[in-house]
């Protein structure tokens, strides 16, 4: 049995049909079908039903799904112990966010790519919420305060915020000093989030309200040097706004805590080798090329 057949039905399965699994495999169409087709002969079973709405597994495929993806996961296992020390091969599928990820994340994984000319990186920068397990990924990168889930977590380094505002807006409106005074206020919002500020020791939950919105970090910035409102934003996209005087730090009293960066990936006993590596390199960044970051930039 070919472990290229497996890993391409297991792609099969997860992605929900034969095209998405090749857009996921960068391959043809009529490839991926051929592999399942050869698969399903040398099985005798059919593994996929076609149906006018697309493709879903059979009962036999369904289960054959969970011991096909357990042997394809062994055999990686069985790849990476015999390989030479630091060599990395085959593929890596990274999820990261849009906001800053080409700028940001993206050096990073160049860097990798470099030092691994045999690793293959595919990486989707978006900054919708990526369900790892249902669209294939191997571990995603990222950045905020994150949310309990079922995903293990490794923090790879900080990163801070501030609240911000043009000249003009605190012209106009005034800077708020206080929590309270904060709704009042225009906030520069992805959605409906609540904001975390601290009040010394104490970390306080506010409810912004504001009529602009953008699910990308940079175009919250534009807004916020467009005069349009107050915005909750990291320095790295902040900081060269604030230093220009395009941007000036509101509510100083009561920063945001610190959130972080964080590579995650769906639960397992251990983590590959790809996923340490690219964790150890995003730590290495951190520490060794703080002003990507915006850290220790006092604005």
Request: glycine residues 8%.
């Amino acid at each position: 049995m070919d472990i290229e057949e497996l890993q391409t039905f297991v792609e099969i399965a997860d992605a929900g049909g034969v095209s998405p699994a090749a857009r996921r495999l960068g391959v043809s169409k009529s490839i991926v079908s051929r592999r399942l087709s050869r698969l399903e002969s040398e099985l005798g079973i059919q593994l996929l039903a076609r149906t006018t709405r697309g493709a879903a597994l059979t009962e036999a495929g369904a289960t054959f799904r969970d011991y096909a993806a357990r042997v394809c996961a062994e055999i990686d296992v069985a790849r990476e112990t015999i390989l030479p020390a630091g060599d990395l091969r085959g593929r890596l599928r990274v999820a990261a966010p849009l906001s800053f990820g080409p700028t940001h994340f993206s050096p990073v994984l160049a860097e990798m790519a470099r030092r691994h000319p045999r690793l293959h990186i595919h990486t989707s920068y978006s900054d919708r919420f990526v369900d790892l397990v249902s669209e294939g990924y191997d571990c995603a990168i990222r950045v905020g305060y994150l949310q309990d889930s079922d995903l293990v977590a490794r923090r790879v380094g900080p990163i801070y915020g501030k609240l911000v505002a043009s000249p003009s807006y605190i012209e106009a409106h005034g800077a708020p000093a206080t929590p309270d005074e904060l709704v009042e206020h225009q906030a520069l919002m992805q959605g409906t989030e609540t904001w975390k500020l601290l009040d010394g020791d104490k970390t306080i939950t506010v409810r912004p309200q504001g009529s602009f919105k953008a699910d990308n970090g940079l175009a919250l910035v534009a807004a916020a040097v467009a005069g349009l409102g107050i915005g909750y934003l990291p320095d790295c996209l902040t900081h060269e706004h604030v230093a220009a005087g395009a941007l000036v730090p509101v509510m100083t009293d009561h920063p945001p805590p610190p959130a972080g960066a964080y590579v995650v990936r769906p639960p397992g006993q251990y983590p590959s080798r790809k996923i340490r590596a690219l964790t150890e390199l995003l730590i290495e960044s951190f520490e060794q090329t703080p002003q990507r970051w915006g850290l220790g930039i006092d604005a």
